[in-house]
């Protein structure tokens, strides 16, 4: 019997993880959720544990063969200190303790965000440099990318990590994307990107799929994976995303140009009013910058492929959103 412990297990990508492993003969699945969170969990076992609170992980690692390690604070609100504690401090100090413990696998979830993409239409892959501007952007980015340094430096070490950096998770019970920035008005969708952006979707089921696959895998330690779905142009993502959903409305599509020319103005109010904006130039590049995340080594090297297409991908998160909507009403 295998144990393989998951962090974050009661959030969006934690709970697929508990699904997929679920479905492995021989295998023991524990999750660690946050401190009160343990009631809703299904697990084999469940431990409360909290990565802000390191003398809570031996425990949590007793006996413990694999670690995926989805858990992260991911708010839209925070100071730089708590999110540095849980994504960072936590990170350092879960990889340490389950050395200490002979954990013989850790599998960390990164981001996308971690590269660094210089320049629109660019092809990014694993060997790509990170990002440099990250002090420019929100917490949460920043966390990411130096968690995945602190995974980086363990690695170096000689520790038995693997880092998986995911394309933009969807699925069932999450809110499906329509673009990266998008804004309903009437029927309209105004869409903050060109026609041709490249969405690198990531479906949660796919995700957990290539972390459960990579923690068994031993060929996995000390590699890094990026994990994309594929990568769907702006305006045909969202011709599928109005078909899975049933949803009629137009998309406007607003030239780069045109953002960054609004962008700089803010920036100059923001200024002489003395004040921080509460957008920099640097966070609107980044996202209007079109890149091709290459995630040919996970298949070459795992044999990951995504079992399940992004429009059906796509139809079976809308019928879960509807089906949740009938049970509420």
Same mark, same amino acid.
Request: proline share 6%.
């Given at each position: 019997?295998?144990? +393989?412990?998951? +962090?974050?297990?009661?959030g ?15 295998? !023991?699945?524990r ?5 009160g ?7 084999t ?9 390191? /003398?809570?992980f ?9 670690v995926?390690?989805?858990g992260?604070?991911v708010? +839209? ?14 990170t ?5 303790? /389950?050395?200490?413990a ?12 971690? *590269?660094?993409v210089?320049?629109d239409?660019?092809?990014v892959?694993?060997d790509s440099?990170l990002?440099a ?6 917490? *949460?980015? @920043? ?12 690695i170096?070490?000689?520790a038995?990590?693997? !880092?998986?950096r995911?394309?933009? !998770? ?12 998008a804004v ?11 026609r ?5 979707m990531a ?10 696959l990579a923690?068994?895998?031993?060929e996995?330690?000390?590699r890094?994976?990026t ?17 899975? /959903? ?13 953002i ?5 103005i ?8 003395? @004040? ?20 040919s080594?996970? @298949? ?23 089906s949740r909507?009938?049970t509420?009403?």
């Open positions: 019997m295998t144990r +393989t412990l998951v +962090t974050g297990a009661g969006f990508l934690g709970t697929a993880v508990l699904r997929r492993l679920a479905l492995e003969d021989g295998e !023991i699945v999750a660690m959720v946050r401190p969170k343990s009631g809703a969990c299904t697990a076992e469940v431990v409360e544990a909290d990565l802000t609170d390191p /003398s809570s031996p425990a949590a690692l007793e006996g413990v063969d694999r995926i390690h989805a992260a604070r708010a +839209t609100t925070g100071s730089w200190e708590e999110f540095e504690a849980a994504n960072v401090t936590g350092k100090a879960l990889i340490e303790a /389950s050395e200490r002979g954990v013989g696998h850790f599998v960390h979830v990164s981001s996308l965000s971690v *590269y660094d210089p320049g239409g660019v092809t892959d694993e440099p990002e501007g990250a002090s420019e952007r929100g917490f *949460y980015a @920043r966390s990411k990318l130096d968690a995945d340094k602190a995974a980086q430096d363990a170096a070490r000689g038995p990590v693997t !880092i998986v995911p394309g933009l !998770i969807f699925g069932p019970g999450r809110k499906v994307p329509l673009a990266r920035r309903a008005a009437g029927p309209f969708r105004v869409v903050l990107a060109s041709d952006y490249l969405m690198p479906f949660v089921e796919n995700v957990a799929d290539g972390l459960v923690s068994q895998r031993r996995a330690i000390g890094i994976y994990l994309v779905d594929d990568h769907v142009r702006q305006a045909d993502y969202a011709r599928m995303f109005r078909q899975a /959903s049933g949803e009629s409305w137009t998309p406007v599509y607003v030239p780069p140009a045109v960054r020319s609004a962008i700089s803010v920036e100059k109010a923001a200024r002489v009013a003395g @004040r921080r904006s509460p957008v920099s130039s640097h966070q609107v590049e980044r996202t209007l910058r079109s890149a091709r995340f290459d995630g080594r996970v @298949r070459a090297e795992l044999e990951w492929h995504p079992r399940v297409p992004i429009f059906e991908a796509l139809r079976r998160s809308f019928a879960d959103a509807d909507a009938n509420a009403r």
